[in-house]
């Protein structure tokens, strides 16, 4: 059974630790042996916008806790010979910042209570070239209808290193979709082209669990188990706010250029793009129009679709 929660990891920041000296002189990125001495964190910025998306699932406690590690890391050619003191704070002008740049989704300061950071004074021992920190996040003490951003940057550093431009700010968020989260993933794959009749080839199988991931506060996307895994992109309305909320015309798709990119350099086409095929869809077909309850609404979350010569579906059902 695969378990794909896809957020900052020991694994992962072993891999940074790993790769971290080796940057340093490997063409494929900055040589700062003569570019100077630059202090850094590693999949930050804009670039890495998507990945700062706080999507986990929380503890099971009364303020749902999040821990996300993150490394600081002193980017020299050599080991500094002193400790590095870097010093860590939220600048929530750069919430402003973002939201002028007009993109999909307006962001509000992250309340103080709920968030805390295991130190804001990170220090990088002499002769190493990174030091892990975490900033803890509450997310039972957020309003799950809107959407915050807790932007962390470098402040200062101790040893004359200049800041990153780019990888200087985690821009940690929470996209107010309703739908976002972890969801247990099943899967059933038939051998044949545009017909669930016959026995399954891949009888419905529990695949672990996999992230709905926020787009906008009405768009998500979340990945099929057939092949390549190309993402679902769903999008619908919201009536209302609340407990009182209805949710329609759901509308699917495969996202963006995964077709292009994941399905036809493989040799795979599309038979039929996916639809929403509830388990009793003989009896209570999708309806578009219907203004579904949020409860109801989950019980949409089971696609189907063809190739040329297989039948998918792919079934979340929220813990």
């Keep these: 059974m695969k378990k794909r929660l896809y957020f900052i990891s020991t694994l992962l920041l072993a891999a940074t630790a790993l790769s971290l000296s080796s940057c340093l002189k490997d063409p494929r990125y900055v040589d700062f042996s003569k570019a100077g001495n630059v202090v850094n964190m590693p999949f930050s910025g804009q670039a890495y916008f998507g990945s700062d998306a706080i999507t986990e699932a929380p503890a099971d406690d009364a303020n749902g806790t999040i821990v996300r590690q993150f490394s600081v890391n002193v980017a020299t050619a050599n080991p500094p010979t002193t400790d590095t003191k870097v010093t860590l704070a939220v600048d929530n002008s750069l919430?402003?910042?973002?939201n002028a740049l007009g993109g999909p989704?307006?962001?509000?300061?992250?309340?103080a209570e709920a968030y805390s950071?295991?130190?804001?004074?990170?220090t990088v021992p002499a002769g190493k070239q990174y030091a892990?920190?975490?900033v803890t996040f509450y997310k039972n003490l957020l309003d799950p209808s809107k959407s915050y951003m807790l932007p962390i940057k470098i402040a200062s550093t101790t040893g004359g290193y200049t800041i990153s431009g780019n990888l200087g700010v985690h821009y940690?968020?929470?996209?107010?979709?309703?739908?976002?989260?972890?969801?247990?993933?099943?899967?059933t794959r038939w051998n044949?082209?545009?017909?669930t009749t016959a026995a399954p080839s891949t009888p419905r199988t529990d695949e672990g669990t996999d992230i709905i991931n926020p787009v906008t506060p009405t768009e998500f996307t979340v990945v099929t188990d057939y092949f390549t895994?190309?993402?679902y992109d769903v999008t619908f309305t919201k009536t209302g706010t609340g407990a009182s909320a209805t949710y329609s015309n759901?509308?699917?798709?495969?996202y963006g250029t995964d077709v292009a990119d994941l399905f036809t350099p493989n040799g795979v086409s599309v038979g039929t793009q996916p639809q929403i095929l509830p388990a009793d869809y003989h009896t209570n077909p999708y309806d578009p129009n219907k203004q579904y309850t949020y409860a109801e609404a989950l019980k949409l979350f089971r696609f189907y679709f063809t190739t040329a010569s297989r039948s998918i579906i792919d079934e979340f059902i929220k813990p």
């Design 95 to 98: 919430v402003d910042t973002y």
């Design 105 to 111: 989704v307006t962001y509000e300061a992250m309340p």
């Design 117 to 122: 950071f295991t130190t804001t004074e990170v």
């Design 132 to 134: 892990v920190t975490s």
């Design 172 to 187: 940690y968020h929470f996209i107010g979709n309703d739908f976002a989260g972890v969801y247990e993933h099943f899967y």
């Design 192 to 195: 044949v082209a545009d017909s």
């Design 229 to 231: 895994q190309p993402r």
């Design 250 to 254: 759901f509308q699917i798709g495969f």
